[in-house]
C-alpha cells in the first residue's frame, strides 16, 4: 500500500448498525479531535466524493485495511451535518465478510476507519491538525478505532443472529477436525 495512506480510525456517536449483512454509520465525525490530535474539518470530502462518483468508482470497504481483503460494498458514502455516513453491505459469501459479520453480531468488533492522503491542512495554536481537503480510498471495519471515547452500537435483524451462529458452528467442526 502506498505509504502516503494515513488510517483515522473512528467509532461514531451516532452508532453503526447491523441489519442482516447490511450496515451504516459514520466513518469520520466532523470537528472531533482524535487521538493523533488531528480534526477533520467539514467539507474535507467533498471533492473527493465528486471525483470519485465523475470516475465510476466507489470507495473500498476493507477488513483492518488489508487491501487484499475487500469484506463489501459501500453502496453509500455520504458527506453530512455529523461527518462521513457510509451504509454498505457485507458480501457473506466471502469467508471473511461471513467472519465480521459474525464478530458484528457478538459485539467483538465496533469500529470504523478511513484510509486517506491529507491533501491540504494546517495546524492551530492547540496542537491540532485541522485537515480540510482529504482524498478518500477506504472505509474499513476494525478492531481499535482512533476515537474511543465514541459508542457504536450493534443490531441484528432479518436472520442475522441465525447466520452468525451458523459460521460459529461451522468453525468449531473444522477447529475439532
Known amino acids: 500500500m502506498d505509504s502516503g495512506l494515513e488510517r483515522k480510525f473512528y467509532r461514531p456517536d451516532a452508532g453503526l448498525v447491523v441489519e442482516g449483512a447490511r450496515l451504516e454509520g459514520y466513518a469520520s465525525v466532523f470537528g472531533v479531535r482524535d487521538q493523533g490530535g488531528d480534526v477533520v474539518l467539514a467539507g ?26 475487500p469484506i463489501g460494498i459501500w453502496d453509500e458514502v455520504v458527506e453530512d451535518t455529523v461527518g462521513l455516513r457510509v451504509k454498505g453491505r457485507l458480501l457473506t459469501d466471502l469467508a471473511q465478510g461471513r467472519e465480521a459479520a459474525a464478530l458484528l453480531a457478538a459485539g467483538a468488533i465496533d469500529g470504523l476507519s478511513i484510509g486517506y492522503r491529507t491533501l491540504r491542512a494546517e495546524r492551530d495554536g492547540k496542537g491540532q491538525r485541522l485537515l480540510a481537503e482529504l482524498d478518500l480510498w477506504e472505509v474499513s471495519l476494525v478492531t481499535f478505532p482512533m476515537l474511543p471515547e465514541a459508542r ?26
Not at 466524493?49 to 487484499?68: C, F
Not at 459460521?167 to 475439532?176: H, S, T
Open 152 to 177: 457504536v452500537s450493534a443490531k441484528a435483524d432479518d436472520g442475522f443472529d441465525e447466520m452468525a451462529a451458523a459460521f460459529r458452528r461451522a468453525q468449531a467442526v473444522l477447529a475439532a477436525r
Open 44 to 69: 474535507a470530502y467533498g471533492a473527493s466524493l465528486a471525483r470519485i462518483t465523475r470516475e465510476g468508482r466507489r470507495v473500498k470497504m476493507l477488513w483492518q485495511h488489508d487491501p487484499g481483503q
